[in-house]
């Protein structure tokens, strides 16, 4: 059996080591420290924000921001349906209600129709959504240019959910800038990696601070531990910032790389009549974190015989994101569709397939992904 094939493995530069040494050699193994400082500047910088705060996770950051904007229980806060769970839980950890949001074809993420069918049904209500966490799948921006003034129309807050999307630009604007807050994961499978870990990113430097404060306990100055409000422990430790620092180096590469690798995708698949690929709105140059294909509807090949294939030779792929109001764990929550019946996320779910998209795959190690593909057709 061949080397097995990931969809999205870490792929280290060579800096990283040098930045653990120095946390190391200056006995900084830590959460907190000056790679924490220096990651934060450095990534935010690159966003064109005025400051970030490193966390554990990326959901850690939702959860921040989520509880910055004054989430509470019984709030309603507006979610892409079409994401990762870890999009919506943290709306849960605060005992506020997620409203599901369709996606549109165009972008997949949020639909600016159904975006405005939910506010306005909530409004009729008597309700105002307390937030929006609006997600940029895959790498792809969403459609701002239309979802931000309908959003800021009713005085909702976006949380942006670039997790996916870190490299991406919209117009030439960073995926991560466009809302109040913008979030971002180094989880092992993102672009670059700290192994796990988060950031949120804002130009509210107040903001910012509390977040810091709430991230590591919440401890009010003083000599002794004093605590005024519950505290979390979701602060980066210095040894994972540091590698976060390694891996920003090289986060343009990897950019370029996963643009060759979809564009190759492309190129190779440009015959087959049943493959699309997820699209790009104009304007969004994307990092193209994963290659997306969708078969066309009445296709008599499934996501699952390419799954199924690729998987018989030791290779992953997987479907597309289950949509979250689809969920059993979310069964009852709203969502607005931009259909009369049924819903683009869930017709997507049913034709999407993620193919592997490692920056370190060979071009022989794809060009044994596209065979085996072809070889379905
Ligand atoms: C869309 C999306 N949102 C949020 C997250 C959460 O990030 P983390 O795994 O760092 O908590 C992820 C990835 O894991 C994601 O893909």
């Keep these: 059996m061949n080397k097995r094939i990931y ?5 280290m530069g060579g800096q990283e080591q040098q930045f653990i040494q120095e946390a190391f050699a200056s006995n900084w193994i830590a959460p ?3 790679n924490v400082d220096a990651f934060e500047k450095e990534l935010s910088d690159m966003a064109g924000m005025a400051g970030g705060v490193a966390l554990s996770s990326g959901t850690a950051a939702i959860h921040l921001s989520l509880k910055y904007l004054g989430v509470g229980p019984g709030d309603h806060v507006l979610c892409s349906t079409f994401t990762f769970s870890a999009s919506c839980n943290p709306i849960v950890y605060e005992k506020a209600i997620p409203v599901f949001v369709d996606a549109d074809a165009e972008s997949w993420n949020m639909s600016p129709a159904a975006l405005e069918k939910a506010i306005s049904d909530l409004n009729k ?12 799948l895959y790498g792809r921006s969403a459609d701002y240019d239309r979802l931000l003034p309908i959003l800021d ?9 670039a997790a996916e999307a870190l490299g991406s630009t919209y117009k030439g604007r960073w995926c991560g800038s466009f809302g109040r807050f913008g979030i971002f994961s180094f989880n092992g499978n ?24 709430w991230a590591s306990q919440s401890r009010d100055p003083g000599r002794h531990y004093e605590h ?12 994972l910032a540091g590698i976060g620092r390694g891996q920003l180096r090289v986060l343009r590469d990897r950019v370029q790389q996963k643009r060759k690798i979809h564009s190759r995708y492309r190129e190779a698949f440009g015959d087959i009549a049943d493959i699309e690929f997820m699209p790009c709105i104009d304007g969004c140059h994307s990092n193209d974190w994963l290659t997306v294909i969708t078969l066309k509807s ?5 996501p699952d015989a390419i799954i199924d294939a690729l998987e018989g030779h030791n290779i992953e792929s997987r479907p597309v994101w289950k949509p979250m109001h689809l969920q059993p764990i979310f069964v009852g929550c709203p969502f607005y569709s931009q259909l009369d019946a ?10 999407g397939v993620c193919l592997p998209s490692g920056t370190q795959m060979t071009e022989s190690q794809q060009d044994q992904v596209i065979q085996l593909i072809r070889k379905i057709f």
């Design 32 to 34: 907190l420290g000056p």
């Design 298 to 302: 009445g296709s008599a090949v499934s």
């Design 153 to 161: 129309l009713a005085g909702i807050p976006v949380i942006e959910d």
């Design 228 to 239: 005024s409000q519950i505290g979390y422990n979701y602060r980066m430790s210095n040894v």
């Design 190 to 213: 993102k672009i670059i990696t700290t192994s796990g870990g988060g950031m949120a990113v804002a130009n509210d430097v107040d903001a910012l601070r509390t977040m810091r404060f």
């Design 125 to 136: 209500k008597g309700i105002k959504p307390k937030a929006a966490v609006v997600v940029e």
């Design 342 to 351: 049924g819903s683009i996320a869930e017709n997507l779910f049913k034709r």
């Design 7 to 11: 969809l999205s493995p870490p792929h």
